[in-house]
């Protein structure tokens, strides 16, 4: 977990802070197209990676990653977090990671972080917007300004309660606290958050769930959140979750990301990918090839 700690995207630097990493997720759990038949083609990769042979779990991490540039650090999302009670998977209920502390170990303690960035308003996303303190939940980052797409929280203010149902109420106490505090920002489809740095709308998996671009010219990365879940989704770019809001549009934003990125040398960062996490897409005939930092092409700053 100690290779790749950082990249540099012209002035920008990325880094990751990992929360868990390891077998969460049944490939048919998550992806309803996927056939035992389908991991048996693919058992050579696949096994021990990015599945657990054991217990035939996907490898899942989660994560958030921050940004540094010029005095101004980003962090854009921010895992399940601590002591969350209403949590319908024991991985996230009553949790007690050292996340806070691996941020420090990044050199970055809570008062440092000038802007939160939501990349989407899922349970795995939002966890350490707050923190419990004297059975409060408040902002686990004082002096930051959470940026929240206008369009996600308008979809999730609208679907209530029911479409919390499969997770448990995240919302009340990771969410709505920052509001409370006056520190939530609501932002539109395109977002110029610091020069070389931006935010745009990959709809699908949720309906106002952001990307961000960093950098500029040939040194230039893309952290794409969930629109891939999974190295799978690469080999099969029509798999969307059942965790999506909408599964058609979010299989349309992902082949028309591949195609735009493809052979680019554009480095891609998917939230859940394990590490390195980044790499590149290239065109494999028809199909698509995800390489990892580090394999075939050395782009890591340290
Ligand atoms: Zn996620």
């Given at each position: 977990m100690?290779?790749?700690?950082h990249?540099?995207?012209g002035d920008?630097?990325?880094?990751r802070?990992?929360?868990s990493?390891?077998?969460?997720?049944?490939?048919f759990?998550?992806f309803?197209?996927c056939?035992q038949?389908?991991l048996?083609?693919?058992?050579n990769?696949?096994?021990?990676r990015?599945?657990?042979a054991?217990?035939?779990?996907?490898t899942i991490?989660i994560?958030?990653f921050?940004?540094r540039r010029?005095?101004l650090?980003v962090?854009v999302d921010s895992?399940?977090g601590?002591?969350?009670e209403?949590?319908?998977?024991?991985?996230?209920r009553r949790?007690?990671?050292?996340?806070?502390?691996?941020l420090r170990?990044?050199?970055?303690?809570?008062e440092?972080i000038?802007?939160?960035?939501?990349?989407?308003?899922?349970?795995d996303?939002v966890?350490?917007?707050?923190?419990?303190d004297?059975?409060r939940?408040v902002?686990?980052?004082?002096?930051?300004r959470?940026l929240?797409s206008?369009r996600?929280?308008?979809?999730?203010?609208?679907a209530g309660a029911?479409?919390l149902?499969r997770?448990?109420d995240?919302?009340?106490?990771?969410v709505?606290p920052v509001?409370?505090?006056?520190?939530?920002e609501?932002v539109g489809d395109?977002?110029?958050?610091?020069p070389?740095?931006?935010?745009?709308?990959?709809?699908g998996?949720?309906?106002?769930?952001?990307?961000v671009?960093?950098?500029?010219?040939g040194?230039q990365?893309?952290?794409?959140?969930?629109?891939?879940?999974h190295?799978?989704?690469?080999?099969?770019?029509a798999w969307?979750?059942r965790?999506?809001?909408?599964?058609?549009?979010?299989?349309t934003?992902?082949?028309?990301?591949?195609?735009?990125h493809?052979d680019?040398?554009?480095?891609?960062?998917?939230?859940?990918f394990p590490?390195?996490?980044?790499?590149?897409?290239?065109r494999?005939?028809?199909?698509f090839?995800?390489?990892?930092c580090?394999e075939?092409?050395?782009?890591?700053?340290?």
């Amino acid at each position: 977990m100690t290779s790749h700690r950082h990249w540099t995207f012209g002035d920008t630097s990325l880094q990751r802070v990992i929360e868990s990493e390891g077998p969460l997720l049944s490939p048919f759990e998550i992806f309803p197209d996927c056939t035992q038949a389908h991991l048996d083609a693919n058992r050579n990769w696949l096994v021990p990676r990015f599945q657990d042979a054991a217990s035939g779990l996907l490898t899942i991490t989660i994560q958030s990653f921050l940004i540094r540039r010029d005095g101004l650090t980003v962090l854009v999302d921010s895992c399940s977090g601590n002591d969350k009670e209403t949590r319908a998977r024991p991985q996230f209920r009553r949790a007690q990671w050292p996340w806070l502390e691996r941020l420090r170990e990044a050199g970055v303690s809570p008062e440092d972080i000038d802007i939160v960035l939501c990349s989407h308003l899922h349970v795995d996303h939002v966890g350490w917007n707050t923190r419990l303190d004297n059975g409060r939940w408040v902002p686990t980052f004082p002096n930051a300004r959470y940026l929240i797409s206008r369009r996600e929280w308008e979809h999730w203010q609208a679907a209530g309660a029911k479409a919390l149902e499969r997770t448990g109420d995240y919302i009340t106490d990771s969410v709505l606290p920052v509001f409370a505090a006056g520190q939530a920002e609501l932002v539109g489809d395109e977002h110029a958050v610091a020069p070389n740095v931006s935010v745009e709308l990959a709809p699908g998996h949720t309906p106002g769930q952001m990307m961000v671009r960093l950098g500029e010219g040939g040194a230039q990365a893309i952290l794409c959140a969930d629109l891939m879940h999974h190295p799978l989704q690469v080999r099969y770019p029509a798999w969307s979750t059942r965790f999506c809001t909408d599964p058609g549009a979010a299989r349309t934003t992902r082949i028309g990301f591949f195609k735009a990125h493809a052979d680019t040398g554009r480095l891609i960062f998917p939230a859940h990918f394990p590490t390195p996490t980044g790499g590149t897409i290239a065109r494999d005939g028809k199909d698509f090839r995800f390489t990892f930092c580090g394999e075939d092409h050395a782009c890591c700053g340290g």
